[in-house]
């Protein structure tokens, strides 16, 4: 990814005036009870979002910010401000410019290291689900949640996308990102313009919006005369965001996504490889795994088990052991006429045929198991999956994921993408980790997990 300097002249704005009229992008005409605008750094929120900020304050709507860093490390050689200083009056004037915007708004400071958002993933993930948490009374479709755009090529902006956007898909809110560096380095050719959209500022929301920019000292104005204290946002970088619009990025359609393998397509894998296509029943690499996966399982009696891609059966007949019911599920007609003849008069046991996360069951599991499976869906159909186990997961249950992790061109993602989404969801946390170069199996439960040693009284 190409770097850029702030001191560089950039892209001018007449170039992107001529491009933003060429386009005649779609308006952008928000309704919400509840905007999230989530920040890299001190004044990400108001270049990026303040006269949707304004919009909000002005139809009624909650606002909250977010901002992930104090912005410490903006002036990295200055003799006159240390970044202690500089994080105290970033925040200031964050709280000045907002003020400004909606002033009613809910400010959020997590104070994580400017720069070293990709060393506090983790951390970000749980502070802006636990945010996300304390709002889920207000009704999913009436949330909109702003974050900066990911192709931004500033690798702070590209985290809090991800995590904010992964975190919204898993709720299923809407999502908007702004560019902010994207204006300064990039070209006619660098943006999806057939996902842009533009938010038509009136005169008392752009107005709004200059007096807040201004109040963001230190990034508009030098810190001092000396080297090292020179302005970050230069007159060009500024005019960026005189405009009468705000540009956002939408999400990509569904006809843009990479599709989940369907019903059709197992089908057509068992007719050419045969009854056992993957050698459930011959290799001893999938005996062993299997016996790791049921040791991994923190409690011996598994309750209500719901065992996602049950393929023959053979893994199911291990888990009723130690369940009171086993709903078992596939979308591949040979696995299930195969898993319905092994487990005939298993007590406890339902074979169903069916997908996810279309067909998920009604109720609520004690153990869910997603065995070489996520891989086979669409990054959104994994957050929709992720969404229905949060819902169907007891709260003292677990979730238990197995997956291959080297590359199979047909999968939409891979088993290591498959964990990282799963490790997002704010709900739940890793209990327990077994990683090989062939597979990653993980154990999660709903915060705050107990061990098995605590959950015996031995620790």
Not at 45 to 65: D, I, K, N
Not at 180 to 193: E, I, K, Q, T
């Amino acid at each position: 990814m190409p770097a850029f300097s702030h001191l560089d002249p950039g892209t001018p704005e007449a170039l992107w005036r001529d491009e933003i009229a060429r386009h005649g992008l779609q308006p952008l005409n928000p309704d919400f009870d509840l905007l999230v605008v989530v920040a890299a750094h001190p004044d990400d929120e108001t270049l990026g979002a303040a006269g949707l900020m304004r919009r909000a304050a002005g139809m009624g709507a909650r606002v909250v910010v977010v901002v992930a860093t104090d912005g410490e490390a903006s002036h990295p050689d200055s003799t006159t401000h240390d970044p202690a200083t500089l994080a105290r009056l970033r925040r200031d004037e964050v709280r000045e410019a907002v003020d400004l915007l909606a002033p009613d708004a809910d400010i959020r400071f997590l104070g994580l290291p400017d720069g070293g958002l990709d060393r506090s993933k983790a951390e970000l993930r749980e502070r802006l689900g636990a945010i996300f948490d304390q709002h889920r009374r207000v009704d999913p479709q009436r949330v909109l949640v702003a974050v900066p755009w990911a192709g931004d090529r500033h690798r702070d902006h590209r985290i809090a996308a991800d995590v904010a956007g992964t975190i919204a898909g898993q709720r299923r809110l809407d999502l908007l990102e702004y560019p902010v560096w994207a204006w300064h380095w990039g070209s006619r050719d660098d943006l999806p313009w057939e996902r842009m959209a533009a938010l038509t500022l009136t005169s008392d929301e752009l107005r709004a919006k200059r007096d807040a920019l201004a109040r963001h000292v230190t990034q508009v104005a030098p810190l001092s005369g000396r080297p090292g204290d020179e302005v970050l946002l230069h007159a060009g970088m500024r005019e960026h965001f005189d405009r009468e619009v705000e540009i956002f990025v939408m999400p990509a359609g569904e006809e843009d996504a990479e599709q989940s393998l369907d019903a059709q397509w197992f089908d057509e894998f068992y007719r050419r490889n045969g009854d056992d296509p993957w050698g459930f029943e011959t290799r001893w690499y999938e005996e062993r795994k299997r016996a790791l996966l049921m040791a991994a399982l923190p409690q011996r009696e598994l309750g209500r088990v719901f065992e996602i891609g049950c393929a023959t059966g053979l893994l199911t007949r291990e888990l009723a052991d130690r369940a009171r019911s086993v709903m078992a599920m596939d979308a591949a007609t040979p696995a299930v006429a195969a898993a319905r003849s092994r487990l005939e008069g298993t007590r406890g046991v339902t074979v169903r045929q069916g997908g996810i996360p279309a067909d998920w069951p009604e109720g609520s599991f004690d153990t869910i198991v997603l065995s070489e499976v996520g891989y086979y869906l669409s990054p959104a159909d994994l957050q929709r999956t992720c969404a229905l186990i949060e819902q169907s997961l007891a709260d003292d249950g677990c979730l238990v994921a197995c997956h291959w992790r080297h590359p199979v061109a047909e999968y939409p993602q891979s088993g290591d993408a498959v964990h990282e989404t799963l490790r997002a969801v704010a709900a739940w946390e890793t209990v327990s980790l077994h990683t090989e170069k062939d597979f990653v199996l993980e154990v999660f439960a709903r915060r705050p997990a107990q061990s098995v040693a605590e959950r015996e009284g031995l620790a």
